[in-house]
């Protein structure tokens, strides 16, 4: 199982639509985990923690299943702005790895 | 304030030269990391620095690349012996910590291409 798995997509997505991806982690251990968004050719920027309780910004929520070893991106009212890949990062917590998926590329369609 | 800082923006050079990347972390960030991301993949972690130490260095491609880090600050990642597979977007991040909830802050990359 890789470290860090994810849908590479795309996913294509009408305007105003919600979309939900999940992130799988390997290490049961882990403790931290993030969700980074790469626009085309720029530097990945966090987007949001996720904490084991979950949390919400706006449009975006985030939410860790720790039993399953997963953690989710929903995005509600999904707008043009949104396109992006959305990168999944675990913090392994063995020797401080930082390990970020591969990306889900979402296309949000007008 | 400043951000993450790279030099150079954009590198070309002949298989077999060596090159030297530079990355200017935010003040007052110990950890700095270094990733590579090819044309369309995903990051790929290559390094990270606590201060000027670097516990692991396990996801260096190989013995070609190396990395330091001075003063807690600057740090510079080489490459002997160029190869073209070793063409890609180098990124540098920094963040306040290496533990917990710390947000990376990345630089805009340099972006290698060996000929």
């Known amino acids: 199982r890789k470290e860090v798995e994810q849908d590479p997509g795309p996913f294509n997505v009408p305007e105003g639509a919600t979309v939900a991806f999940n992130c799988t982690y390997s290490n049961s251990a882990s403790q931290s985990f993030f969700w980074y968004r790469q626009d085309c050719r720029k530097e990945p920027k966090l987007l949001m923690s996720?904490?084991?309780s979950g949390n919400e910004d706006g449009r975006f929520t985030a939410q860790l299943n720790r039993a399953s070893q997963y953690i989710s991106l929903l995005i509600r009212d999904s707008k043009l702005s949104d396109s992006a890949t959305y990168l999944c990062?675990?913090?392994?917590?063995?020797?401080?790895?930082?390990?970020f998926g591969k990306g889900t590329r979402l296309h949000i369609l007008p | 304030g400043a951000g993450v800082s790279q030099s150079p923006s954009n590198k070309v050079t002949e298989k077999g030269k060596d090159v030297e990347l530079r990355c200017d972390p935010i003040s007052g960030h110990t950890a700095l990391y270094w990733y590579r991301q090819s044309l369309g993949q995903g990051l790929e972690f290559l390094i990270y620095f606590q201060g000027n130490s670097a516990p692991d260095k396990s996801g260096l491609p190989s013995d070609r690349f190396s990395a330091e880090r001075t003063g807690g600050s600057v740090s510079t990642l080489t490459i002997q012996r160029t190869q073209q597979e070793d063409s890609a977007v180098y990124l540098c991040?920094?963040?306040?910590?290496?533990?917990?909830?710390?947000?990376?802050?990345f630089g805009p990359g340099t972006r290698l291409t060996v000929l």
């Open positions: 996720v904490y084991s």
């Open positions: 991040a920094s963040s306040f910590a290496i533990l917990g909830d710390n947000e990376q802050f």
């Open positions: 990062v675990v913090n392994m917590n063995r020797d401080d790895k930082i390990i």
